[in-house]
């Protein structure tokens, strides 16, 4: 079996590993995580308050919202939910947290940042300017400012995974952006198109357009030449 969530993510670094299967390819779970999180909410609301943690007054927060005690929710937060906000993460003034959104432990989400249907492991970090949809982001993964995980290829067909073979995947997705290996950098201003997977450790430079499949520890950067001239007089 190809693309084996073990090969991307330390599974002992979310409190959500169920949603993951043995034998099937890690972008599999984006389609477990609605109903595992409306079960998990269900059970948790049962044995306590969902809210927790602090929330600011003029943060919205929908009712299907789990905030774990030591997490903060600034002003101009909005959670529609349902959501699961970890222990010691932080959502930003004007983030925007739409259905199905799955946060670790020690994350920071950020002023102006979106996301919906995804999954953010333990001390991940999105802090500006960015768009998480269909994804999953490992642990210690960062997202440079304006960096736009892909979620839809433009004639709306299956989200295709192109391997370094040049092997083509059918995901069974019509909606699927990008798995983020544990420690891997995006760098400012770079999209990753629909069918992304980038493994363990690894760099994309800042401004780089990726599609595919990066090996664990690897970088990726479009070959670039900076000229330099004088003004004219």
Known sequence: MRFPASDFLDLGQTDHGEVFSDGEPVWAALGRLSDYLVER??????????????????????????????????????????AWIG???????????????????????GNSSEFKNCLLFNDCEVPHFNYVGDSILGHRAHLGAGVICSNVRLDRENVRVRDGEGNVHDTGLRKFGAIVGDRTEVGCNSVLSPGTLLGRDGLVYPGTHWRGVLPEGHIARHPQELEVFPKSS
């Open 41 to 82: 909410l269900a059970a948790a609301a049962e044995i306590s308050d969902l809210v927790k943690g602090d929330v600011h007054e003029r943060a919205v927060v929908g009712p299907q919202v789990w905030i774990a005690e030591g997490a903060v929710v600034e002003a101009n937060a909005v959670i529609q939910g349902p």
């Open 87 to 109: 222990r010691g993460t932080v959502v930003r003034s004007g983030a925007y947290l739409r259905q199905t959104v799955i946060v670790g432990n020690g994350c920071v989400l």
